[in-house]
């Protein structure tokens, strides 16, 4: 199994453009985590799914962030418009069902100028 | 509300010496308790796991115990070595599974 996979793996890009990160989870695993993480504020989650519908988003930072799952293997999560505030490296996470393991994504570092 | 708080921020052992990272969590529906290292650059990896039916779990030189009464567990490393430099995460589910990490625990293992 490759893993959880993440793309792109940087992403530089100007303020105001769109932004569009893509996870693929490991087949099998039902529920689905993004995370972002700063120095500032650690690893924070943004939005969980289980079966692809999405359980809590609580933690997406505002109405410019939105992050979709259309099926058990593909996961995106979007900004628009960008912010330089949003340069972190985001991460995706994948996990086979409760009180297991979360398997993370190398991530996507963003850079937002 | 949800909450996981990590103490220390930072930590620096001598090479051989132990360590010993301690979180606390706020809901008491909480039930399963992960332990992630990050090395620099590199994406959280699970070390070790406890479940709430157990208060001890050891892996070789890493061990973690659970206090549900007063709602903490912590992360014990035996004999450091530098290759145990990383950041630690501890993380606690909410009652709505939701997975909430502590801040990080910078380990430095000095030679």
């Known amino acids: 199994d490759a893993g959880v996979i993440q793309s792109p793996r940087h992403e530089v890009t100007e303020m105001g453009q769109e932004v569009t990160l893509r996870c693929k989870p490991i087949s099998g695993h039902n529920s689905l985590f993004w995370y972002r993480q700063t120095m500032m504020r650690g690893l924070e989650l943004l939005i969980y799914?289980?079966?692809?519908?999405?359980?809590?988003d609580s933690g997406m930072p505002e109405d410019r962030f939105s992050a979709k799952m259309p099926n058990a293997s593909f996961s995106t999560l979007k900004i628009q418009p960008s912010e330089p505030r949003d340069s972190a490296v985001y991460f995706c996470a994948s996990r086979p069902g409760q009180l297991n393991e979360q398997f993370f994504g190398p991530g996507t570092r963003l850079t937002v100028l | 509300g949800e909450n996981v708080e990590q103490h220390p921020s930072t930590l620096s052992v001598q090479e051989g010496d132990s360590a010993v990272i301690k979180c606390t969590y706020s809901?008491?529906?909480?039930?399963?308790f992960p332990w992630y290292k990050q090395e620099l650059g590199k994406r959280p990896q699970l070390i070790i796991d406890?479940?709430?039916?157990?208060g001890e779990k050891k892996d070789q030189r890493i061990a973690v115990t659970l206090n549900k009464t007063a709602k903490h567990f912590s992360l014990h490393i035996t004999e450091t070595q530098p290759e145990d430099s990383a950041v630690y995460f501890c993380?606690?589910?909410?009652?709505?599974?939701?997975?909430?990490f502590g801040p990080g625990t910078s380990l430095s293992v000095i030679p």
């Open positions: 809901d008491s529906a909480s039930n399963y």
């Open positions: 993380a606690a589910p909410t009652s709505y599974d939701k997975v909430i």
């Open positions: 406890i479940r709430s039916n157990v």
């Open positions: 799914f289980n079966n692809n519908v999405p359980i809590d």
